[in-house]
């Protein structure tokens, strides 16, 4: 096995084990470095593909075919559906918020493992995700249990959690998404505000009694146009 | 095994997988939740039809995609790449602009990386899923992770002279 093909196979399977691979990548000090780079590319892809499922996955699977099966008994189905669906359309016209604020609700609702964290996050890893997005915060104001950068909008904006006074408080800075005045969030059993912040806004939404305008003065969040 | 109880065990085994495989066709969480209800529900009307235990993995993946090109697709748009850039070279950016290449990749490439990837298979069996022949999958397999590492390490505006010596097909 010469370079060429040695790369080759590798970027065809990264996990491939024939013994002709491991020998050239034993013998060639340029593949074998070539190899422990990509690993390292390979090891963060998987970590990135890893999201995690919804811990009610199963249990709603089981339920949809519990459901189906139950299709022998059509009239019962039938006012369910009915049931289901006045339900819906009651909820849906007496909450929906309007629509930055109801992205701000589906965002922290579609990563809720970020607010089961219990760990501390690394400050360095705040400082990085703050630097990325040129925004300053007064980062020492709360303890930070998660920081990362997402797609909100089609836009990576910061999203982090921090422990409040009744549980996980989500603050979500959104580079390039302003608002002219300070907004209301509600919903999800959740309360909050959207502010804006120079090029951008900001969001903060906690439990609800969480004490939302004491983290606003406290936070002092700055985004640089 | 009893229907149900057989269905339970491929529930149990793989819907995770399932959903993250929906996820990152979809772009999606609640979407890919939604798309993963649905193959289930189409796999235990066919539950029958799987007569191999060991084939229940590739057979699921292939309905969750089934699915997904017959419903999902026609109805929801990719997201817009056009995203701006964050502007330091961390950890959380690097995370970031994984997730941003994965997503701009053609999805003839994107297909085979994921399950390559998150499934586990091989070349064949992708082929075998996708009706494809193995020397196109690993032609596609080639292309996704060349242009995935390319662009991470930044050097996908360099030019890039032997290309034409790794066609596999």
Known sequence: ?225 | MPANERFNALVHAWSADHYRFAYWLTRDRPGAEDLVQEAYLRAWRALATLRDEQAAKSWLFSIVRNEYRRRWKSLKPAPSDAMEEPADGSDALQDWLVRRHLQALPEDYREPLLLQVLGGFSCEEIADMLEVSCATVMTRLFRAHLKLRAALTGAASRPAPREKRHELS
């Open chain 1, 1 to 225: 096995m010469n370079c060429l093909d040695f790369r080759r196979a590798f970027l065809v399977d990264p996990t491939q084990h024939d013994p002709d691979f491991r020998t050239h990548a034993e013998h060639c000090p340029v593949c074998g470095e070539f190899l422990r780079a990509q690993g390292r590319l390979d090891e963060r892809l998987r970590r990135t593909l890893a999201v995690p499922a919804p811990e009610t996955l199963a249990a709603r699977i089981l339920l949809r075919r519990s459901f189906a099966q139950r299709l022998r008994h059509p009239p019962a189905i039938a006012a369910t559906v009915i049931v289901a669906v006045a339900a819906g359309v009651f909820a849906s016209l007496s909450t929906q918020p309007p629509a930055l604020e109801g992205e701000v609700l589906a965002h922290i609702r579609a990563e809720p493992e970020h607010l089961h964290t219990r760990q501390a996050e690394a400050p360095d890893k705040l400082a990085s995700v703050l630097r990325a997005l040129g925004v300053g915060m007064e980062a020492t104001a709360a303890k930070v249990r998660y920081a990362g950068i997402c797609d909100i909008r089609n836009r990576p904006g910061a999203h982090l959690v921090l422990e409040g006074k009744r549980g996980p408080v989500t603050v979500l800075i959104l580079p390039g998404e302003t608002v002219h005045e300070r907004r209301s969030i509600h919903g999800d059993g959740r309360q909050g505000a959207l502010l804006p912040a120079g090029p951008g806004s900001v969001a903060i939404v906690g439990e609800t009694g969480e004490a939302i305008e004491a983290l606003e003065r406290r936070l002092q969040i700055r985004i640089r146009g």
